[in-house]
């Protein structure tokens, strides 16, 4: 992830943030942050960036030039097959979110335009701001610290620097609960003892226990949240009277992926915000599937396509009729990995996975990249790195078995969507069991408008 600041306080940020976790995973390089003095850009001899504002009003405003050719410097050196992004930090953004800082942490590059005095001449935003993002309802005097805010709470979540993958997933926010009370040495503490519970060694009471703080604390604290939580409770309760069927949707809310779009007693449409794909379950026949798509419509209307994943039959052809003509779709297999024993690796040497998911036979060849199903739409079996090498069966079975492996270290149901080509190829290749108990057909629409 390449972080691009632009700014007129380059030492402001580049000071902030060079320390502690964000200051070691930019020596480690996992992240990458350049300041842009937009000063440098100015067009006048006393390196002036700022001008009285038309039509009166106080104090001084940034002027577009500056700012466009500070931008062009930057955007000129991203290659253009990077994903990017261009937020301007303002008090009239939409307010920035842990969600809103995992779909951010999606992009390999981010541009964060800071403004100052008055703000900034609205042309050159236009022209380039794709995101308008708050830190909150007040108005600060610059967005270099908003842009800290926010480069802090993304960095976090690129994989391998925190360290521990499953921290992130467990704070405040994930699943629209706040985190449970947490306890250090002593265990008194001025006469404050430590819940006996916490104590007790038992990890299934702990875990319960904490749960029931967070719901309390949630309930207490941001009863909006709560809302939320009981929602997302609702709709998985809906979707385990097809446990399999859905273990994607599952998952994407039990990892606090999923955003619910649409909820009655017939239809849930969530979005992965990770991955922005839409899932669309059809649960009776009484659904009013118009009035859910198009809400799929109005949410993409500045975009020109997007994706909807189905697994019933129902669902399926409700969409292919609504965006008829503007619809692909293509079939996949979901493979479901039920079991919560690792799977034994025999013959070649053993792959490790990295981070990124990554399959890497020694330090510098990687085998694979895979992603677990909802984070995008690869498929494992068709993945290959290195176009020279040629993977026969075997390669691509132990390939499997060691991204079914490092998923249940992490604690996450191994899912994988396959072409329906490549699944007899598979079918061949493993004589095993381990994934053929739960198949189900997967469709994935892509609508271009
Ligand atoms: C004094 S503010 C300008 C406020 C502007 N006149 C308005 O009313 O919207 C100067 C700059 O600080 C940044 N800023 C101030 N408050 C912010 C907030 N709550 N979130 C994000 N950025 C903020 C923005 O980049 C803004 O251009």
Not at 174 to 187: G, V, W
Not at 261 to 287: G, P, T
Not at 359 to 376: F, G, P, R, S
């Amino acid at each position: 992830m390449n972080f691009h600041i632009l700014t007129l306080f380059p030492e402001m940020v580049l000071g902030g943030l060079n320390t502690s976790i964000i200051g070691r995973a930019l020596k480690s390089g996992l992240i990458s942050l350049e300041a842009i003095n937009i000063r440098d850009f100015s067009n006048n001899k006393f390196n002036k960036v700022d001008d009285y504002t038309y039509g009166g009003g106080a104090g001084m405003l940034m002027q577009a030039e500056p700012v466009y050719a500070a931008y062009k410097n930057v955007e000129d050196k991203i290659k253009p097959e990077k994903k990017k992004r261009v937020i301007y930090v303002t008090p009239q953004g939409y307010p920035f979110t842990q969600k809103k800082a995992k779909e951010l942490a999606q992009n390999d590059d981010l541009i964060f335009l800071c403004g100052h005095y008055e703000g900034i001449d609205e042309r050159v935003l236009e022209e380039i701001v794709t995101d308008y993002v708050s830190i909150g309802d007040y108005v600060l005097t610059g967005g270099e610290l908003p842009a800290m805010v926010m480069i802090d709470a993304i960095s976090r979540l690129v994989p391998g620097v925190l360290h521990n993958e499953i921290s992130a997933e467990t704070e405040s926010f994930h699943n629209n609960l706040l985190e449970y009370p947490q306890y250090s040495r002593p265990e008194v503490w001025r006469g404050k003892k430590v819940p006996e519970v916490i104590l007790s060694g038992n990890t299934k009471e702990i875990e319960k226990w904490r749960l029931e703080q967070s719901i309390i604390r949630t309930k207490e604290r941001r009863s909006d949240l709560y809302v939320k939580y009981e929602e997302s409770i609702e709709c998985i309760d809906a979707l385990k009277k097809n446990k399999i069927n859905y273990a994607d949707i599952i998952n994407l809310f039990e990892t606090g992926r999923a955003e619910i779009i649409h909820k009655d007693d017939s239809q849930i449409l969530v979005q992965d915000i990770e991955s922005m794909n839409y899932f669309y379950v059809v649960l009776d026949e009484k659904a009013k599937a118009c009035d859910v798509l198009k809400l799929v419509e109005q949410r993409e209307n500045q975009k020109s396509d997007f994706k909807i994943v189905c697994h019933d039959k129902k669902a399926s052809k409700i969409i292919e009729q609504y965006f008829r003509g503007n619809v692909r779709k293509e079939e996949y297999t979901q493979l479901v990995y039920t079991q919560k024993n690792r799977l034994t690796i025999k013959g070649m040497k053993h792959p490790k996975v990295d981070v990124d998911n990554s399959v890497i036979l020694n330090q510098e060849k990687i085998l694979a990249k895979a992603n677990i199903c909802t984070n995008d739409l690869t498929v494992v079996s068709s993945i290959c790195v290195d176009e020279n090498d040629e993977f026969n069966l075997f390669d691509r079975q132990t390939i499997l078995t060691a991204l079914i492996n490092y998923y249940l270290d992490l604690g996450i149901m191994p899912i994988f969507w396959m072409k329906n080509d490549d699944l007899a190829y598979y079918d061949e290749a493993i004589n095993k069991t381990y994934l053929y108990e739960a198949r189900e057909k997967v469709n994935i629409f892509f609508i271009d408008k």
